[in-house]
């Protein structure tokens, strides 16, 4: 359906159910993830500008080389943000839709800003200064990725500060995952609605999906996740089975040394020869 | 007209010498000067094959598409590296400036228009007049004209050139010595024809045409530069060669580049790395190509292949050259330069080790080689020369029996005073040692045997004396023995203080006497004893012998049987002291006898066939009947401390093998004192024979004695000079598993060891000789000793250490894998050849034992974690590979990787490398033992290397595979998750770094300060600059170079990372640790157990003290010394022309002594076959084949 780049613009949609058998308590956060997408090409990698990220009106015009071959549309004006890694952002939407017992369906608000690294929102991306123009006069001379369906100033319609290359989803997305099965923090459940202020309670679900992001092509997968977090992240179950396992075969050995030694080591270190 | 075959030099012809354009007397052995030197030294160091792989990855690294990692990651690093070398370099050759500068510049005395003038070295030309001064360096290759002395002889000194300490004669021509004094030599005008310049020292040849005759010229006419002129006033003498054309110049070739055999291990593993390298590349590009078709592919909507790559193929094949790049760390740039490091640091440890200074001369060791350090760690045979380098060649006179009564016994006490000379002889020499004051005293109350005895000494010699001013004795004596024994004489009252050839003076208590001299019986081998008959004052005739024992005691008068046997227990206790003995006697004779005895002894003197034969049986004649004086002690003063450094490196299971040029009585007796031979030896075996088959047939013997432990064979002896007592006895049977393994010592002559180094025999040689503990070579000519050493480097592939003082030792300094010289009196052709000079021999085992074996375990600790963290370091992209589409992408930061080798992990493990050590020195020198790893090779060897490695990829993959199972699934407390690229790297970074330090502080095993700095600073130094590099100032100004902003603290704030890198060490460490402790338990090396027992400070036994020996008789007329010497005196020839009367000697003497001389020695050099054909071969053949000979009845005629 999107293998034809041209048919970029036109929307699709689908609708996935789920239920939850207990209630999802505290802070929950949705993902979106992705398996077999390889963010960690070294070309793909390379394929950015940080510094028009950062906001350099020189690197805006002219994009650095490394974005090759995403610097220019065939019209020879550059792309914002140029690179391979911006020009394939995921541009799935997510709506989450709660459905109670009574049948009634409220949408399940999720907060979308604050998912970033600090340093990325307020160092690493920063838009171009902006004098008295609004962004898209800032952004003019430049063209959109060609799989975008909005123009970097456009991206959050919503939240006007929220657009350029500060972008939250952009910057999630330019920050490449080190292996090719990886998810992405999509948003986080906003808890002041007075529905969810526990977390999600148990019961149906419904995620409506704006279908932008083809993945069959190169038989990738997508996926979400819904989940909460303790102090240390996410469940991990591989973290606590290697220590046990790890510390049980320490104590192994130990104790074989120790007999190793009782029974070996005591002769045999002294000068007598 | 100009012909290269030959050189014409006329005389105070500058213009015509011009001409030919020779070259100046002005050196240069300095490589570079300012301008040439960067261009020179660079081409230089990219001859080396590892700079210019290096260069290779950068030229890579430039082209993009293949560039996986920034130039700038090589260039640092390379630019470090060829800037550390250039230093090195252009500070090597500084000091070869100055020291060209040094020598250009030195002052010699030029004839310039009849004028004397002081020119600089630099500025004398080629056919130029110059002056050279007593005890001054000869300034080029001179034709001697003339001398001060008279016939224009000369004395030389060619230590220099080839280390014989013994003074040389040099003759002019008859014409030129004439000529006298610079005004007749400035208008000398005679002109040389000669063969081209060459490094031939012993020849010359040239013609001399002057006034229309020819004058043949050899080298008995030239004097070589570096050369010193001894004894002579002044001489005169004509440059022929000058600077790099001399023979000295000529010799000194650039010397060979000693690799170690880690070097050649080192480079052999590099290139299986490489080869290593090339697989994983291989591997990882075949995966490229799969994944490209398979997955790159259908991902080109998102990333499509670069323009000029249409297939997957073409991208594999780039991916190959882009993981070429990535992987090259596993062999990186630093460990050469930091191998080099560690050398030149072991190199400094051995300059200032205040246990290798040498208080009396003032010198340190030196390393003069930089790269030979561990090496020192595994040597298993050490070549040494004997004369300066076991022993100090000085003779002192230790003890002496007189009349039946010891004297010289060393008092007990910590400092023993020294007898006083001076108030009882002002002719005394100061330095003259001796503490048995009984002597003295017997002397003083005028006792007539000790007064006797002393005459003897100073009366029966052929030394030299030379009076400069009243009481001022300068004795010149041909062996250090006679001049000891002239000068033990001087000090007890009887000074000899001049000779005529008809007359001895000399002073006896203080009254100046005169004796005429009647005859000088002079030493000669086979005689093995001097005699001189002379008159006294009151007219009565008196023989008086010094010689052998053997020799002597067997021609004494019956009524001394009592003394003599007393006599001969004094001389068995000095020859177990390992001393050098002489007897002494006398005969009264009456003038009938002395007038007859004359008469015969003329006869013989002018008989034209078998003259020598007349003249012993002459001699023979008239030494009988004699009254026995006593003995005299002299010791070969050893350096100090050689038996127990001998006896430290056998014990270490270093072979020692004297080689030396001295003859075999000489060298056995050194073998004895210096402990190498001992009488619990259960056979020392002699090779001595003189043809290929008598060789061949000793060695069969000895093999098969030394298989079977059989009964000594009887058709040769065991010992050289067996002592009234017989050899020792045969072992009883119950011993007899012992001897097969038992010590044997091999004694091999010269002109045997020609016939045993040919190539049918040299294996035969070589397994006989390496079953012994002992091997001592004698009558060895220079290259002989290379080629022992060649013979066994070729076959027992074992590092060999030849350790020398005399330009003599040079060949086989430079053959050796490790040379050593011995910066002595000698002169310093050999230490200028070494690799290692000290003063002392003793330091050897302190350069071995505790340098070398530090060297050698820090060399290989070293390379061992080198490897290990490279492998760690670099494997993890192989593993990540796999995850990222085989792309060539990095796990680290490119920062990370240019810094990971020179910073973050180079100088902990340099602290090791320089400073580590397993056991403390003198524990290294206490138990000799713990050098054989080394020699074995165990420390660092293939197999340890793949252990190093196994340990590296091991680490890699838990430093990729914990992290990723960790991190794939974690996020941080906000949610995002910690999946992403940049978290991922440093987390591994840390990780690697954190396991690496630990790793290091495992292996060091000896921690100073500087490790600690070095651990510490590292790790700090690590989180210091990630942090700066990650930090938001640097990123600000170049957002395309620091992509990482933001990361270190991002990811080193989260509990997960730090529980996933203590996980990470954990699983990499916790093997290392059980398998070391497992090590420990089962298979504690010798240096753990010295380890443990220093911590548990143990009370340790000493180690055994090595047992006084006592011995049996080895008797030693074992002088140093040259026949000839006699005739010499009596002749006149070297006494000056105003001191004598020289009518009486007719032109039948004029040249004889230098012919008796020169023949002998042609006779000794061509050492032919036919043992029976003439007595004059037989001078030079040593005693022990006499006494073979005799044994097996061909030589009977040699009864004494």
């Known amino acids: 359906m999107r293998k034809n780049v041209s048919n970029a613009g036109e929307g699709c949609s689908c609708k996935a159910v789920f239920s939850l058998e207990k209630p999802f308590k505290g802070d929950v956060f949705f993902y979106y993830g992705l398996k077999n997408f390889h963010q960690n090409l070294r070309r793909y990698m390379d394929s950015r500008d940080d510094g028009q990220m950062v906001g350099r009106k020189t690197n805006l015009k002219n994009p650095s080389s490394y974005c090759s071959p995403f610097i220019r549309d065939q019209n020879g004006l550059p792309i914002a943000p140029c690179g391979a890694v911006a020009n394939s952002i995921f541009n799935d939407t997510f709506t989450l839709f709660h459905h109670d017992s009574s049948g009634k369906s409220f949408k399940v608000p999720l907060l979308r800003r604050g998912i970033t690294w600090y340093t990325d929102k307020n160092v690493k991306f920063r838009n171009p200064k902006v004098d008295n123009l609004t962004l898209a006069q800032v952004f003019q001379g430049t063209v959109k990725p060609l799989y975008w369906q909005r123009p970097v100033y456009e991206l959050d319609q919503a939240d006007p500060t929220n657009n350029g290359f500060i972008n939250d989803d952009l910057i999630v997305w330019m920050r490449e995952a080190a292996f090719p099965n990886f998810k992405k923090l999509y948003g986080v459940l906003y808890r002041a609605d007075e529905h969810f202020t526990q977390g999600l309670p148990a019961g149906s679900y419904s995620i409506e999906i704006n279908y932008n992001f083809p993945v069959q092509h190169f038989r990738g997968r997508k996926e979400v996740v819904l989940t909460t977090l303790t102090w240390f992240g996410g469940q991990n179950h591989f973290l606590p089975i290697a220590y046990l396992v790890t510390s049980s075969l320490i104590l192994l050995i130990a104790v074989t040394l120790t007999v190793v030694w009782w029974k070996f080591g005591k002769n045999g270190k002294n000068m007598e020869e | 007209p100009y012909l290269c075959e030959e050189r014409r030099v006329r005389a105070n012809d500058r213009e015509y010498n011009e001409k030919f354009q020779y070259a100046s007397n002005c050196i240069m052995t300095s490589k570079y000067n300012i301008i040439t030197f960067l261009p020179v030294n660079l081409f230089e160091q990219f001859q080396e094959v590892a700079n210019t792989y290096f260069l290779f990855l950068l030229i890579l690294q430039l082209i993009p598409q293949i560039s996986s990692l920034s130039w700038f990651t090589t260039i640092v690093p390379l630019a470090l590296v060829l800037t550390i070398t250039a230093v090195k370099d252009a500070t090597d050759d500084y000091f070869r400036h100055k020291s060209d500068n040094q020598v250009n510049n030195r002052q010699s005395q030029v004839l310039i228009r009849g004028l004397l003038q002081n020119e600089k070295w630099m500025n004398v030309r080629v056919g130029d007049i110059i002056k050279l001064e007593n005890n001054q360096f000869v300034a080029a290759d001179l034709l001697l004209l003339s001398s001060s002395e008279p016939h224009g002889l000369c004395y030389i000194e060619t230590a220099e050139l080839d280390g014989e300490t013994n003074m040389k004669v040099r003759q002019s021509v008859s014409v030129t010595s004439e000529l006298g004094d610079q005004n007749n030599l400035s208008s000398f005008n005679g002109e040389v024809v000669c063969e081209p310049p060459n490094n031939k020292l012993d020849r010359f040849c040239g013609t001399l045409y002057w006034r229309d005759k020819k004058y043949t010229l050899t ?700 056991v403390p020195d003198h524990r290294s020198l206490e138990y000799p033992k713990l050098y054989e790893p080394g020699q074995l090779n165990l420390l660092f060897n293939k197999k340890e290397f793949f252990i190093c490695i196994a340990q590296g990829i091991y680490t890699s993959v838990v430093l990729f595979f914990v992290p990723y199972a960790v991190l794939s699934d974690a996020s941080q407390s906000n949610g995002v998750p910690l999946a992403d690229y940049q978290t991922f790297a440093v987390t591994t970074a840390t990780a690697l770094v954190i396991v690496v330090s630990v790793q290091i502080a495992l292996d060091t095993g000896f921690w100073t300060v500087i490790n600690h700095v070095c651990v510490w600073g590292s790790l700090g130094s690590y989180f210091t600059i990630m942090f700066a590099l990650h930090s938001q100032s640097l990123f600000r100004i170049f957002p395309n170079q620091f992509h990482f902003v933001g990361s270190a603290q991002s990811t080193l704030l989260q509990p997960v990372v730090w529980l996933t890198i203590a996980l990470a060490t954990a699983i990499c460490i916790v093997p290392v640790l059980a398998f070391r402790f497992l090590k420990l338990d089962l298979k504690p090396q010798l240096s753990d157990t010295v380890r443990y027992t220093q911590l548990v400070r143990q009370k340790k036994r000493k180690p055994g003290r090595l047992g006084a020996r006592g011995g049996s008789r080895r008797s030693g007329y074992a002088f140093a010394h040259q026949e000839g010497f006699g005739e010499l005196i009596t002749s006149g020839k070297n006494m000056r022309l105003s001191s004598m009367a020289l009518a009486s000697f007719a032109s039948r003497h004029s040249s004889g002594w230098i012919d008796t001389l020169r023949r002998k020695k042609h006779t000794s050099a061509q050492h032919l076959g036919g043992v029976q054909s003439s007595t004059q071969l037989c001078l030079w053949v040593s005693s022990s084949t006499l006494k073979l000979l005799l044994c097996s009845g061909r030589l009977t005629r040699y009864t004494y």
């Open chain 2, 219 to 918: 080298n008995q006419n030239m004097l070589l530069r570096g050369c010193v002129l001894r004894n002579t006033e002044a001489c005169y003498g004509l440059v022929i060669f000058a600077g790099p054309d001399t023979k000295l110049m000529q010799n000194s070739g650039r010397t060979k580049f000693k690799r170690t055999s880690i070097d050649r291990l080192m480079n052999t593993l590099v290139l299986w790395i490489f080869g290593f390298l090339v697989c994983m590349g291989v591997i990882l590009a075949i995966g490229n190509a799969v994944w490209e078709r398979e997955v790159g592919s259908l991902f080109q909507s998102y990333l499509p292949w670069d323009p000029p790559v249409d297939n997957f193929l073409f991208n594999a094949f780039l991916s190959f050259w882009s993981y070429v790049i990535i992987l090259n760390t596993v062999v990186p740039i630093s460990l050469y330069v930091s191998v080099e490091v560690i050398r030149l640091g072991h190199s400094y440890f051995i300059n200032w080790d205040q246990h290798m200074f040498c208080s009396q001369c003032n010198t340190a060791a030196e390393a003069r080689t930089t790269t030979l350090n561990e090496e020192l760690g595994q040597v298993e045979y050490i070549f040494s020369d004997k004369t300066g380098t076991l022993t100090q060649n000085i003779m002192s006179f230790n003890k002496c029996s007189i009349n039946g009564q010891t004297f010289g016994k060393y008092p007990l006490g910590p400092q023993p005073k020294r007898l006083d000379f001076t108030p009882f002889n002002p002719l005394a020499d100061l330095d003259f040692c001796f503490y048995d004051d009984t002597l003295l005293e017997s002397v003083k109350v005028g006792d007539l045997h000790t007064q006797e005895f002393f005459r003897l000494l100073s009366l029966c010699h052929t030394v030299m004396s030379e009076e400069k001013s009243e009481g001022e004795l300068v004795y010149k004596a041909q062996s250090p023995d006679e001049g000891a024994l002239v000068t033990a004489a001087r000090n007890f009252g009887f000074v000899f203080r001049s000779r005529t050839p008809g007359t001895i003076s000399t002073t006896e208590m203080g009254r100046p006497a005169t004796y005429t001299l009647l005859a000088i019986l002079d030493f000669n081998n086979i005689r093995k004893r001097m005699s001189v008959i002379v008159r006294n004052a009151e007219g009565r005739i008196r023989l008086y012998c010094k010689g052998a024992d053997t020799v002597l005691l067997e021609r004494l008068h019956p009524c001394n049987q009592e003394l003599t046997n007393i006599t001969s227990d004094h001389l068995n206790e000095y020859a177990a002291d390992g001393l050098r003995t002489l007897a002494l006697a006398y005969r009264d004779l009456t003038e009938d006898e002395w007038e007859a005895w004359s008469e015969s002894h003329r006869c013989a003197d002018k008989a034209t066939d078998c003259r020598e034969d007349r003249l012993a049986a002459a001699y023979e004649q008239i030494e009988q009947d004699m009254m026995l004086l006593g003995a005299t002690a002299i010791e070969d003063k050893l350096q100090e401390g050689v038996p127990e450094t001998i006896a430290v490196l056998s014990l270490a299971n270093i072979k020692i093998w004297v080689l030396t040029g001295d003859k075999q009585e000489t060298a056995v007796n050194i073998g004895y004192s210096c402990k190498m031979l001992t009488d619990d030896m259960t056979e020392v075996f002699i090779i001595s024979g003189h043809t290929v088959q008598s060789v061949r047939q000793e060695l069969r013997s000895v093999s098969l004695t030394g298989r079977t432990a059989a009964c000594p064979p009887s058709s040769w002896s065991t010992l050289p000079c067996p002592p009234p007592p017989p050899p020792p006895p045969p072992p009883p049977p119950s011993n007899l598993m012992d001897n097969i393994s038992g010590e044997f010592a091999l004694i091999i002559n010269g002109h045997s060891l020609a016939h045993a180094l040919e190539a049918d025999m040299e294996t035969e040689f070589l397994s006989t000789a390496c079953a012994c503990k002992a091997v001592i070579c004698c009558r060895v000519t220079p290259l002989q000793k290379a080629q022992v050493v060649e013979l066994i480097k070729k076959h027992k592939k074992a590092v060999t250490l030849a350790i020398g003082d005399g330009a003599n030792d040079v060949s086989m300094i430079k053959s050796a894998h490790i040379g050593v010289g011995i910066s002595g009196q000698e002169g310093i052709q050999a230490v200028l050849a070494s690799d290692y000079s000290f003063s002392q021999f003793r330091f050897l085992q302190r350069l071995l034992l505790v340098h070398g074996r530090w060297s050698y375990l820090r060399m290989c600790r070293f390379l061992c974690y080198f490897f290990y963290k490279n492998f760690a370091f670099t494997m993890v992209h192989f593993w990540f590979g796999f995850f990222c589409g085989f792309s060539a992408q990095t796990v680290y930061d490119q920062y990370f990787i240019t810094l990971y080798n020179i910073v973050y992990t180079s100088l902990p493990v340099l602290a090791m490398g320089i400073f580590d050590q397993d």
